[in-house]
């Protein structure tokens, strides 16, 4: 068992070296509300048909700091591979690399192949928004387009329709998937379900009026809705059309909860990774796995892996916030076995708590979110400590009450913002997130000094050193 010792001289001004990073790291890390590392698309149609032709396009837009690494995948109707030309020959899996504070589009080239149809999924390293246009040529004529959002599974999906509503639906998932599908018509009689079952990977497309022959053109409403819940996860897209051939897009019809887990899980520990890449904090990044036993938990091993109980998630609901935290902690234990320090305090537990809200904050989450994340561990494991982790790593004092803990994290808060460096960004913070909390909330300098609120004494001793960001380990921002 690798013993952590606490921070020297030389990992003190390391430590107040990534403090000074603050305020550029919050401003980089904040995401557009639609940004996902995983991106999918439920509708993918390209090919001839008499007169005309379907083209697909795939915009991408990274707002990080760091290029965005990404693999695209495409899958027909059966599940197997749906190739397509995106300008290097026909192929259903890309590679593709979104530059730094850019974007990318591709867009597929003409085909003599017929018209084919499946769906598409993009895994990223950072956060990506993204869009599909489904352009109409008539002869050599642009005639009409429709731009589309990515989607994320779900299990009901609800969207206005009539007659000739277009409808796609994907399965994410290695195993068969069943979804019924029901349609309101406008005089209120409920037809269906009309059942839609779909292979590993697979796809449908159609029009309401082929599975609903009783619809007309008056308004209705389309629902689909998984059969085996909350296993039977899909994707889905409709596609308005009006008498006139008209067609535009509806607003993504999802219902939540529940969300996706699984990909929320990978979407925080991505923005969370980086945001340490971007410290120098990790440099190689540790194997994410995310474990499907009835079990509240999270662990760090070895070094080398970062693990997230499917229940922990569940638990945390839909704060990605306070999921970040959960992340953060572990990544620090991460640090803590690579390193074989303790950075912020004498207690590898408290230790972590701090990285997690650090984390947490410059990966733009609410740093708010560890009381959350704590209680609710607490309320469902009677310990502020994440279960079972690294028990025989742990002095007693390391489950102590989570107030304890909540405070150790508190007093962090303070300490970022009572650096002169850091006061900036976590005015605008707080502007931003919680304009409305009370003046004595943490994130302000001011309010600390107001209530004579003292630098830690290894912060004036690291001051008093040599600048920490001549001493200090450079801050690599290449990907590993």
Same mark, same amino acid.
């Given at each position: 068992m690798k013993t952590l010792r606490k921070a020297s001289a030389p990992s003190r001004l390391f430590t107040l070296s990534i403090l000074l990073c603050l305020p550029s790291a919050v401003q980089a890390q904040r995401q557009a509300a639609s940004a996902h590392v995983n991106l999918y698309f439920a509708q993918i149609a390209d090919g001839q048909f008499s007169g005309g032709r379907w083209q697909t396009a795939l915009t991408f837009v990274n707002t990080n700091d760091r290029a965005a690494s990404a693999e695209l995948r495409l899958f027909g109707s059966d599940g197997g591979p749906l190739t397509v030309d995106f300008g290097s020959g026909q192929a259903s899996r890309f590679t593709l690399t979104v530059p730094a504070k850019s974007s990318l589009s591709i867009a597929s080239r003409p085909t003599s192949l017929p018209v084919?149809?499946?769906?598409?999924?993009?895994y990223s390293d950072v956060p990506l928004v993204g869009s599909a246009s489904f352009r109409l040529w008539l002869g050599s004529q642009a005639a009409q387009e429709v731009t589309a959002p990515p989607v994320l599974p779900v299990i009901d999906y609800v969207s206005y329709a009539n007659r000739e509503l277009g409808v796609a639906v994907a399965n994410p998932n290695n195993r068969t998937l069943r979804v019924d599908a029901y349609l309101k018509?406008?005089?209120g009689a409920v037809v269906g379900p009309s059942r839609i079952t779909l292979q590993p990977f697979g796809h449908t497309a159609f029009n309401v009026r082929d599975r609903f022959p009783s619809a007309d053109l008056r308004d209705s409403m389309l629902s689909l809705e998984a059969v085996d819940r909350p296993q039977d996860e899909f994707l889905a897209w409709t596609m308005n059309t009006d008498a006139s051939g008209t067609f535009s897009s509806i607003p993504p019809g999802g219902i939540t909860p529940p969300i996706s887990h699984w990909d929320r899980i990978w979407n925080t520990f991505q923005r969370v990774l980086n945001a340490a890449r971007d410290l120098g904090m990790i440099r190689t990044a540790p194997e994410l796995e995310i474990l499907y036993d009835k079990t509240v938990n999270a662990y760090a091993a070895d070094g080398? =892996?970062? *693990?997230?109980?499917m229940g922990l998630s569940e638990l945390l609901g839909d704060s990605d916030s306070e999921l970040a935290f959960v992340v953060g902690? =572990?990544? *620090?234990?991460?640090y803590q076995q690579r390193t074989g320090r303790l950075e912020f305090h004498s207690n590898p537990e408290f230790d972590a708590d701090i990285w997690g809200t650090f984390l947490a904050l410059i990966s733009g989450y609410d740093a708010y979110a560890a009381a959350g994340a704590l209680a609710k561990l607490a309320m469902a494991t009677g310990t502020a400590g994440l279960a079972t982790q690294f028990e025989q790593q742990l002095a007693p004092e390391?489950?102590?009450s989570f107030n304890t803990r909540?405070?150790?994290v508190f007093e962090m808060l303070q300490f970022v913002c009572s650096l002169r460096e850091a006061a900036p960004a976590c005015r605008v913070y707080k502007a931003i997130l919680h304009p409305h909390l009370p003046d004595s909330a943490p994130l302000r300098w001011e309010d600390l000094a107001a209530r004579g609120y003292r630098r830690p004494e290894f912060v004036k001793s690291a001051l008093s050193e040599d600048d920490p960001r001549e001493s200090a380990p450079p801050q690599p921002r290449e990907k590993d």
């Open positions: 084919r149809s499946g769906w598409a999924r993009v018509l406008a005089n080398r =892996e970062v *693990g997230i109980f902690h =572990e990544i *620090g234990h991460i390391a489950h102590k909540i405070s150790t």
